[in-house]
């Protein structure tokens, strides 16, 4: 789930796997969809093995982690989701746009490696953090395809072609079942941190009212109220999007944001 220990390593490891991503972005377009399917599968590989060996064989002995490499697992959770999706609904092409998105983020993930755990954490914190990284892919799954359909809905009103070859009730299906899993993921990953942070942290480091968690919970209610007005009250179109927007922003603001702030604009691993 993390990357390279050191800099050389993340570089050597991240390098490879954006330009086949940055290869795919380019030739998607001009390609058969069943071609560039099968080649979005190579970098997909190269990612993934990638994230294993940061997990299995940093040097250091203890795992790293950190804005970017949150970032990474959760663009590679996308492109699993994604791939899994080719087999139900073959006809959604979105898949150069995932590749451009792939090697933006591994790159990033191999020049910020992150920090090194906590080392009075608890050997059960990686499924912790699991659970929650596994909430942030299924929330950018959501938002991805409700851009998708914001944006097939706006070609619809123009008369253009949507490119996209899902219809908007689908779209929309799809974009509340990936919201329901990762209100699911974050509930759980919530409720783990306030009933157990004391032994997945260490006594030092257990639950407190730092910016992270004030973000997750105010993402945790803004996903709450899109789902109680989805049932109750029928949100659907913008006012649904514009929702499940807010609470991502707020999402990504708890752990990645916060992250970004202290590994690059104060300089701090803590």
Known sequence: MILASDVPHTLWLGVPTAAAYALTALMGPRIAPSTGHRLLVMPWVLHGLGLVFALFGAQEGFARFGFAPALSVTAWLMFTFYLLEQHWFPQLRIRWTL??????????????????????????????????????????????????????????????????????????????????GGFALLTATLAAGWLFGDSLYGEQAA?????????????????????????????????????????SGLLLLGYAGSRFVLEVVLGRSL
Do not use: Q
């Open 99 to 180: 590749a451009s998105l792939g090697a933006v983020v591994v790159l990033l993930a191999a020049l910020f490696p992150g920090a090194p755990l906590h080392v009075a954490a608890s050997p059960w914190l990686p499924m912790h953090w699991a659970l929650g990284i596994a909430s942030y892919g299924l929330f950018a799954a959501a938002v991805f395809h409700a851009w998708l359909m914001t944006r097939a809905e706006k070609n619809m009103r123009l008369g253009a072609d949507t490119h996209i070859g899902l219809p908007l009730l689908t779209l929309e299906r799809l974009t509340f079942r990936f919201v329901s």
């Open 207 to 247: 639950w407190r009212w730092n910016h992270k968690t004030v973000f997750s919970v105010l993402s945790w209610l803004t996903f709450a109220a899109l789902l109680i007005g989805r049932n109750r009250f029928g949100w659907r179109g913008r006012t649904a999007v514009r929702v499940l927007y807010i609470g």
